[in-house]
């Protein structure tokens, strides 16, 4: 799987939009961008992914550059409740066996 | 609610005793796993399985076992429980290749172990 690099932490004011930056510079042409988040002690959960369009769903949207070396994931309208770490994972979408979550992205939402 | 259940939500343990965490999941997936996570840091992965009747090892195997006699469960065993094993456990479920893709996780919530 391809390295990431994410900003150890990030604040964001309430009601505005968050992006959340991602560095994977050796991404391989079959390796997908995955986004997850872990509110504190909950389990994770999946956000989305992409492998070179943009994508959006009902959580956010992912914006992953043409060359596919960097991504960036954006909360559209930030709330409280989005304060969490966010993991950007890099991988194959048929080697499920081992999802890598390195350090993250420590997104704190501020009143 | 589909989703994923974990057992017990947590447990302090004596060292050398035997531990079974359950996991079930409603939602049909083909996919499951276990992860733990020590204190402030990343998931690691113990065991898989990609479908019922078939486990493999993740990064970090060793002290625990598990099976998967049918789709919806996948408990992980702890032998004999050590203090290094302190943490959380995490299972997850994927729809796998034939449904979707295998990283799609959905995530239990949990469960806090200590050995002591």
């Known amino acids: 799987d391809a390295k990431t690099t994410q900003p150890p932490s990030m604040d964001c004011a309430e009601g505005r939009a968050a992006n959340l930056p991602c560095n994977h510079s050796?991404?391989?042409?079959?390796?997908?961008v995955y986004w997850y988040r872990q509110i504190h002690s909950q389990g994770p959960q999946y956000i989305i992914h992409?492998?070179?369009n943009n994508e959006t769903n009902e959580m956010a949207s992912l914006i992953i550059t043409e060359d596919r070396k960097s991504s960036t994931l954006i909360l559209p309208h930030a709330t409280l409740r989005d304060t969490a770490v966010y993991y950007c994972i890099v991988t194959r979408r048929d080697a499920g066996n081992m999802l890598t979550f390195g350090g993250g992205t420590r997104l704190m939402v501020k009143p | 609610i589909a989703g994923i259940t974990q057992a017990p939500t947590s447990q302090i343990l004596a060292a050398g005793r035997r531990m079974t965490l359950r996991c079930t999941q409603d939602?049909?997936?083909?996919?499951m796993y276990w992860y733990r996570q020590d204190l402030g840091l990343g998931l690691r992965l113990i065991h898989y399985s990609n479908t019922a009747g078939t486990t493999g090892k993740g990064e970090v195997p060793d002290g625990y076992s598990v099976s998967r006699a049918n789709t919806d469960d996948f408990p992980l065993t702890l032998a004999s429980a050590v203090p290094s094993q302190t943490s959380v456990y995490f299972c997850a479920s994927s729809p796998g290749l034939a449904g979707g893709g295998y990283n799609e996780q959905f995530f239990g919530p949990g469960t806090r172990l200590t050995v002591l």
């Open positions: 992409g492998l070179k």
């Open positions: 050796t991404i391989s042409g079959n390796e997908y």
């Open positions: 939602m049909r997936h083909n996919a």
